[in-house]
T-cell receptor
Framework: KQEVTQIPAALSVPEGENLVLNCSFTDSAIYNLQWFRQDPGKGLTSLLLIQSSQREQTSGRLNASLDKSSGRSTLYIAASQPGDSATYLCAVGLGDYKLSFGAGTTVTVRA | ETGVTQSPTHLIKTRGQQVTLRCSSQSGHNTVSWYQQALGQGPQFIFQYYREEENGRGNFPPRFSGLQFPNYSSELNVNALELDDSALYLC?????????????FGPGTRLLVL
């Protein structure tokens, strides 16, 4: 059974600092890995999708890397802003089309 | 382009009742997946529908059932509600359910079972 872990569960940084969020998974037989953002009580917004054959994806201040062999992905957010405060979830795409999620990292960016 | 919409936004039910949640997929998408997110946890996969057929199911009992309609909108039905069913229910749509596709999530329905 695929287990997805995100550490730390919560993170607080001053504005302008770079954020590094970690995601690990136990089974490397994944099709893709997706990072989402969730604001309190809201749905999920897709940030980046990395296919299993890719090593990284970038969008603006966001960069996500994928190392399938070690079962790890990292989301980097450059020059954090208070608007980046949210919960960030990673999810791995499995052969049966479902996504298996971690519990998320809740980020607070202090002004 | 219309995004994924869900109704209702909030719902309160009592134990033993039945509930129906609705989801309209993003325009052009024929695949809908449903997830349950308990407080403080990541979403858990319930099932997926592709062109009106169930196309995969997570570890949820049969009292969780669904439908997909010809316009690709979908319903999630939960019978005999239990207190542990209190959660945020999310639906997600994708173009055709392929592995290379992004899933787009709706805002969710918050269900409280008393």
């Amino acid at each position: 059974k695929q287990e997805v872990t995100q550490i730390p569960a919560a993170l607080s940084v001053p504005e302008g600092e770079n954020l590094v969020l970690n995601c690990s998974f136990t089974d490397s037989a994944i099709y893709n890995l997706q990072w989402f953002r969730q604001d309190p009580g809201k749905g999920l917004t897709s940030l980046l999708l990395i296919q299993s054959s890719q090593r990284e994806q970038t969008s603006g201040r966001l960069n996500a890397s994928l190392d399938k062999s070690s079962g790890r992905s990292t989301l980097y957010i450059a020059a954090s802003q208070p608007g980046d405060s949210a919960t960030y979830l990673c999810a791995v795409g499995l052969g049966d089309y479902k996504l298996s999620f971690g519990a998320g990292t809740t980020v607070t960016v202090r002004a | 382009e219309t995004g994924v919409t869900q109704s209702p936004t909030h719902l309160i039910k009592t134990r033993g009742q039945q509930v129906t949640l609705r989801c309209s997929s993003q325009s052009g998408h024929n695949t809908v997946s449903w997830y349950q997110q308990a407080l403080g946890q990541g979403p858990q996969f319930i099932f997926q529908y592709y062109r009106e057929e169930e196309n995969g199911r997570g570890n949820f009992p049969p009292r969780f059932s669904g439908l997909q309609f010809p316009n690709y909108s979908s319903e999630l039905n939960v019978n005999a509600l239990e207190l542990d069913d209190s959660a945020l229910y999310l639906c997600a749509s994708s173009l055709s359910g392929g592995h290379q596709e992004t899933q787009y999530f709706g805002p969710g329905t918050r269900l409280l079972v008393l």
